[in-house]
């Protein structure tokens, strides 16, 4: 996953990170070095909730629709991208999706929803 902050706030604006739990907190800790107090990022099928369990509390977060953030045509890449995304938010041009509340988020990643249980029908019989 490609990360960037503004040129002014790092040599290296745009990192590479793996998305493993320590280099999410890893992340954290340089997004908190760079002075970074808003993040955004794309939201694309599930894989920004292991980024947003690890920033929620230590920065504001706007989880954009990929829809109302798309760059200009041309060849796309994860790291323009990231460029992109930081360059809207300093202008303050990353409308937030809504994100549920932690517990609900919780709840809606149970595999099986409390007190419902499915029983497979055999033979056509039914219990």
């Known amino acids: 996953m490609f990360v ?4 002014a706030k790092d040599v290296e604006s745009v990192r590479s990170f793996p998305t493993f739990t320590r280099d999410l907190l890893g992340l954290a800790n340089w997004l908190e070095r760079c002075g970074v ?16 369990n690890v920033l929620e509390g230590r920065f504001e ?3 954009a629709n990929a829809q109302h953030i798309r ?7 994860d790291r323009k991208d990231g460029e992109w995304i930081a360059k ?3 202008y303050d041009l990353v409308p937030a999706s809504f994100v549920p509340p932690t517990p609900i ?7 099986t929803p409390i007190g419902l249980h499915t029983f497979p029908v055999e033979n056509g019989a039914q219990g």
């Not at 760059?71 to 890449?77: D, Y």
């Open 71 to 77: 760059n200009l045509p041309g060849k796309k890449t």
């Open 4 to 7: 960037a902050v503004p040129p």
């Open 105 to 111: 988020r919780q709840l809606a990643t149970l595999d």
């Open 61 to 63: 977060i706007r989880l």
């Open 37 to 52: 107090r808003t993040v955004a990022m794309e939201s694309t099928g599930v894989y920004w909730r292991p980024v947003w």
């Open 88 to 90: 809207l938010l300093q």
